[in-house]
């Protein structure tokens, strides 16, 4: 559980050297409090802890490379995060650009996502689940 707790004060020269600390019990905490307003909060919290980690340690250690690996699939999920508002924006714009034309067509946000909903039934359903990151943390 490589990251889950702060480091030990017990650990040579790491409090002087790392000046914000950062782990995952304390990014879970900030998530589950509602503290984190937007992704780019979250993503510099655990920018932080990869920086912290590779900084501290050297390039071969185990907390080098874990912090490397998950330093860059943060930046893959940010960038599928940004397909997917765009995904969005493009299927809203669709169906309203279609409901202006038609206006016998709905528009409630099941008549707006029936589309992804055929081509990403998962994601459109994790979407829907206001709670679904929180259930993910908790468990």
Known sequence: RLFAEPVPGTVTGYHERVLNPMDFGRIRHRTLAGEYMST???AADVRQLCNNAMGFNPAESIYSVAALGIS???????????????????????????????????????????????HYPQIVRNFEHRDFLRAKLEA
């Open 40 to 42: 780019k909060g979250l």
């Open 72 to 118: 860059e699939t943060l930046e893959k999920c940010l960038d599928l995060s940004k397909q997917w508002t765009k995904l969005i924006h493009q299927a809203h714009k669709r169906h309203f650009m279609r409901v202006r034309h038609d206006r016998s067509l709905r528009t409630d946000n099941d008549a707006i996502f029936a589309e992804m909903r055929v």
